[in-house]
């Protein structure tokens, strides 16, 4: 199992910015897409960023030219830089990780989704 433990959130005002931190422990896993998500209250939670192994990154448009996503690969760690915070960006965010690992000689391989339990980021305008 690969245990994440997200860091970094708290209050800022609007404009501010913010910078979480995603651990991920060592395990056999290979670590494929690491992203970053959010949670409001009664609605879905949604993808803000993404960031392949390989360093190909994806955000939602909500967030593009504000927030940059990174992953150090040697460490286990994907950060997300917050800039420009809004008031609509509060919101719990989660650490996500794809895991790839194979299990026989033949290649086959076993994928798992891990999640980090969320931190709180609140913007206050």
């Known amino acids: 199992q690969v245990q994440l433990v997200e860091s970094g959130g708290g209050l800022v005002q609007a404009g501010g910015s913010l910078r979480l931190s995603c651990a991920a422990s060592?395990?056999?896993?290979?670590?494929?897409?690491m992203a970053w998500h959010r949670q409001t209250p009664g609605k879905q939670r949604e993808l803000v960023a993404q960031?392949?192994?390989?360093?190909?990154?994806t955000y939602a448009d909500s967030v593009k030219g504000r927030f940059t996503i990174a992953r150090d690969n040697a460490e286990n760690t994907v950060y997300l830089q917050m800039n420009s915070l809004k008031p609509e960006d509060t919101a719990v965010y989660y650490c996500?990780?794809?895991?790839?690992?194979?299990?026989?000689?033949?290649?086959?391989?076993?994928?798992?989704?891990?999640w980090g339990p969320g931190t709180q980021v609140t913007v206050s305008s």
């Open positions: 996500y990780a794809e895991g790839l690992r194979v299990v026989n000689v033949e290649g086959a391989t076993v994928r798992r989704d891990f």
């Open positions: 060592r395990s056999r896993f290979t670590l494929n897409t």
């Open positions: 960031i392949t192994s390989g360093g190909s990154t």
